[in-house]
């Protein structure tokens, strides 16, 4: 007899967007003229082609994968040497953040990664979350067992809930009690908040006080445009002991298809034994990788690589601008409609309250049938995100501009 990994069992019906493809596909199938008008803002997927430098690189790299002489098989786990150095010097030395080459692992995605990581971390760790939370975070520990049954409200006994709020501006208030490991992520998804330079501080000192360790999400990163705030949580002194970073090529280059991420575990980060033995987590890490992971293809490693080039750099902030151009037509299509808005400035997030105090997959069932636009509902997030909506800025620019128009002619 086979036996099952039991937690699985205790995830709730299904994973957030595989529930919104469901929906969906019963809204299509029963509704084939609407169907066709349908505008999809649930997924954050990018929707623009990959930058021209990274299709060019990525040409070149197979060329050369075609030709004895220059042909490559396995590649290092932790990812190529090239890429890494160009990462260490775009987006940490040239901030004056220390971060080496070898403190960075490329792999497949920041998603990924935060699931993965969990692989080097013990079963008697206190698990903080935010709430409204990517549910990556929870399902993951779900899996692993650091949870018992979900209750009545759909949180899982185990894990210690942080409330993110309009009052807190999504960034939840430091816990009175002791916790090991904290999920962070800024910009947020699925809120569209950052934190400022103090409250990652204050993050920082609670874990060093606590010898806690911060797995900080920052995969929307490019997406900041104030210029003080951090873009990195190394950006805050002592965050090299305490904390992980999760960067992703998905947002900024487009990489959704092609697979590309990294992070980042430095060398003074430690974690504990039973016995109190402190332990490298970035030797762990390495011993993961090398054994459970064969590294991204060498094309793509070249594609992210020329994102640092100063083409590549240009190509990558149209990007990010056409994406952030989608946020303030949006927020403004949101609010011309009389609705509440938070985020879409330093984020491609749009996070809406429900009016009328309206249940989150109510509207999302509205919004589908009235207007034939794909939102994610707020209790997808978890019950912090019930009462909200969040809409994705990844669209091209007619249909980012159709949706405003939409939104305003909604009757609630």
Known sequence: MAYLNENYL???????????????????????????????????????????????????????MGKRETFRGYGPEQGYEFLRTAIAANDYESRGIDVTPDEIFVSDGSKCDSANFLDVLGSKNKIAVMDPVYPVYVDTNVMVGNTGDAN?????????????????????EIPAEAVDIIYLCYPNNPTGAVATREQLTAWVEYARRHRAIILYDAAYVAYVRDADVPLSIYEIEGARECAVEFRSFSKNGGFTGTRCAFTVVPKDLNGYTES??????????????????????????RGAESLYSPEGKLQVQTLVDHYMGNAEILVNGAKAAGLTVFGGVNAPYIWIR???????????????????VVITPGAGFGGGG?????????????????VARRLKELKW
């Open 10 to 64: 205790k995830l709730k019906a299904g994973y957030l967007f595989p529930e919104i493809a469901r929906r969906v596909k019963l809204f299509c199938d029963g509704n084939p003229e609407a169907a066709q008008r349908l505008i999809r803002c649930g997924i954050g997927d990018v929707t623009e082609p990959l930058p021209e430098a990274a299709c060019r690189a990525i040409h070149r790299a197979v060329d050369e």
């Open 152 to 172: 009545g409200t759909g949180q899982y006994p185990g894990l210690v809930y942080l409330p993110c709020t309009a009052e807190n501006g999504f960034v939840p």
């Open 276 to 301: 109190g033995e402190a332990v490298s987590l970035h030797r762990l890490w390495g011993r993961r990788m090398s054994t459970k992971f064969n590294g991204v293809s060498y094309p793509i490693q």
């Open 354 to 372: 429900t009016p009328d105090g309206l249940g989150s997959w109510e509207v999302f069932d509205r919004i589908l049938n009235q207007a034939n």
């Open 386 to 402: 019930e009462g909200y909506f969040r809409i994705s800025a990844f669209n091209s620019r007619a249909n980012a501009e159709e």
